[in-house]
Structure formats: C-alpha cells, structure tokens
C-alpha cells in the first residue's frame, strides 16, 4: 500500500533562519518534518535543540552542493515515503563585504551554493513531489532585477531576459554560468552584471521559480505551488547578526508560502516581502 505519511523537508535548518522555519514547521505542518544539514553533527545538535524545546524532527543529511548527497536523500525520501509534499530551499551562503577572494572565486562559490545547489535539489526532489505540493525558495530583497545594474545597454538586456515569460531553466543557467565567466575575466559590469554576488545569484534564483511555477502549471500532478520569499534583514551568522528581525520573524513568509492550502489560484511563482506582501518581481524598480 502506497505510504501516505505527509513529509516536509527544510534545506540549512541547522541554524539560523532555517532553525527558525523548523520550529514553525514542527508545530504547524500536520506531518514528518525533515531537518536536513550539510553537515550531520551541527544537524543532530539542531535537532536536540528542537527537542528541548518540545519540537519533534526527522533528520537527514542534505549537501546541496553535493550531487551524491542530493542523489541518497532522494533515493530515502523516495524509498521511504514514495513522495513528499513541502520543500523549503533555505540554504544559502554570502561571502562577507572585507572578503578577499577575487570575485570570480566569490561568484561561482555563491552562485554555486544560492542557483545550481538550489537547482539540482529540484531536479531531483520535484519528481517526488505529490500533488498539492508547497515549495518555498528563501530568495531575497537581493534578488530584485534592480540589482542587475552593471553597463548599458547589457543591464537592461539581461533584466528583459531574466524577466521573460518564456525564458528556459537551460537558458537561464547558460546565463548564470555567463556571469561566473564574466567575473573571472573581470568583465561582468561591462556585461551588464552588477557588482555583489550575492545578488547576481538571488535574482538567478528569483528567475528560477517563475520558471518553475510555469512548469508546474502543466505538470499531469494537481495544484503544484511554487513562490519565493525575502525573509527580511535577520539576526543570523549571515548577517554578521546585524539584522533587526529574529529567526522567528525571519521564517513567516518562507513557512506561509510552504503552507498555502490546497487547491489556491493564487500565489504561485511569486515573490514576497517578510510580512507576506505580494511584490510584482518583473515591475517592482525599487
Ligand atoms: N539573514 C538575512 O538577513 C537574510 C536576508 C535575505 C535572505 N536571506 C536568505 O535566507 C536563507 C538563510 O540565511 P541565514 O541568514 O539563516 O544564513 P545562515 O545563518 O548563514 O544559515 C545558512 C544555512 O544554509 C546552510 N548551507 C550553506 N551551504 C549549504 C550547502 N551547500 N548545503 C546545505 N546547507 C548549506 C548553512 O549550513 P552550515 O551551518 O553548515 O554553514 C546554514 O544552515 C539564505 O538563503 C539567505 O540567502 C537571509
């Protein structure tokens, strides 16, 4: 008999606003929730944590860089429970500002990690997904096509590109691979790329979930639901902890989006302010 256990999975939930969309999860998600890390002991100790505080967890390793480690996650979700029903691509990564890599070495690196980890999780957990699946991408203010503001006429070109409605995954990686050679070679401002990586991969992945929602409107599984989020400025270790806002409040637009009922017309494939707001990704200049 098909297993019907309802399954949620978190990426980079060892800490920060990860650990916080945890604690929602195990409270509001009517199911197993995984708790997955890169690295098994800070992910263990995580969810002793939430043991102490009363919360209930499954865990598993989860690299997101790692094809081999995506490739067994996988095979036990998939072995396990046949499918799943929620994933929150939250692991991230930012290089700090006094860094001191040469930036091709910060843009692959964070592209790497923010895009093509985000992606080949996808690629291969979507095929699991059960209908009426929420995924919920922890994108950022970051990833808005503002940031995209290296040389005209290129910047304007790239932002049209990223922002089309037909514009392929194949494409779009093509473009963000682009990027990673252009800041190797020192070009990328002249190719219309902006300066900060981060941003460069967050608009990468901003792109990415419009295409991915387009691809679940006519996928033969019912009521396939992406959208993506700015978590807002939060006290973690990526911020140097210099953001205002707690994980707790960090974590309400990625746990909303990840637990939007069944059968919605709308949001998909869109993006939103920390308060839950719905902001037009393709018009907002600001
Ligand atoms: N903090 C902010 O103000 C802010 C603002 C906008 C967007 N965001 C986004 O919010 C998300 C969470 O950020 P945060 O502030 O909570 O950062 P954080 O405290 O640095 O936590 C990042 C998490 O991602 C994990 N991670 C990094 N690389 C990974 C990989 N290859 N595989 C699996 N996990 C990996 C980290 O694991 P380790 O512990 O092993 O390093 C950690 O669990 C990120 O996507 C970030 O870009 C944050």
Redesign the pocket.
């Known amino acids: 008999m098909a297993n019907t256990t309802r399954v949620a999975v978190v990426?980079?939930?060892?800490?920060?606003?990860?650990?916080?969309i945890m604690k929602e999860l195990c409270v509001k998600f009517e199911g197993l929730v995984y708790l997955?890390?890169?690295?098994e002991g800070?992910g263990k100790a995580a969810q002793q944590e939430l043991a102490k505080l009363g919360l209930s967890c499954n865990y598993h390793q989860?690299?997101?860089?790692?094809q081999a480690?995506i490739d067994k996650f996988a095979a036990y979700i998939k072995n396990t429970y046949g499918g799943f029903d929620c994933l929150v691509?939250?692991?991230?990564?930012?290089y700090k500002q006094a860094a001191t890599e040469p930036v091709g070495v910060q843009a692959r690196d964070t592209v790497g990690?923010?895009y093509f980890?985000t992606l080949a999780v996808c690629k291969a957990l979507f095929p699991l997904l059960r209908s009426h699946a929420r995924v919920s991408n922890?994108?950022?203010?970051?990833g808005m096509l503002k940031h995209l503001n290296g040389d005209e006429p290129h910047a304007s070109e790239l932002k049209k590109k990223m922002a089309s409605d037909t514009i392929t995954e194949a494409e779009l990686s093509n473009l963000m691979n682009q990027y990673i050679e252009s800041a190797n070679n020192g070009t990328h401002r002249q190719k219309g790329w902006g300066s900060s990586t981060?941003c460069m991969s967050?608009i990468g992945l901003s792109a990415l979930s419009r295409i991915q929602q387009r691809h679940f409107d006519t996928d033969p599984r019912e009521d396939l639901v992406v959208n993506f989020c700015?978590?807002?400025?939060?006290?973690?270790?990526?911020?140097s902890h210099?953001?205002p806002?707690t994980?707790e409040e960090?974590a309400v637009a990625?746990v909303y989006l990840a637990l939007l009922p069944p059968n919605i017309t709308s949001p998909k494939g869109q993006f939103h302010w920390f308060d839950c707001k719905l902001i037009d990704w393709v018009t907002t200049a600001n």
């Not at 922890?138 to 970051?142: D, E, T």
């Not at 400025?233 to 990526?238: G, N, P, Q, R």
């Open positions: 990426t980079g939930a060892n800490k920060g606003i990860g650990f916080g997955t890390s890169r690295d800070r989860l690299d997101i860089t790692n480690s691509n939250n692991a991230g990564f930012a990690i923010n980890g922890v994108g950022s203010s970051a981060y967050k700015h978590p807002g400025y939060v006290d973690t270790d990526m911020s210099k953001g806002l994980i960090g990625a």
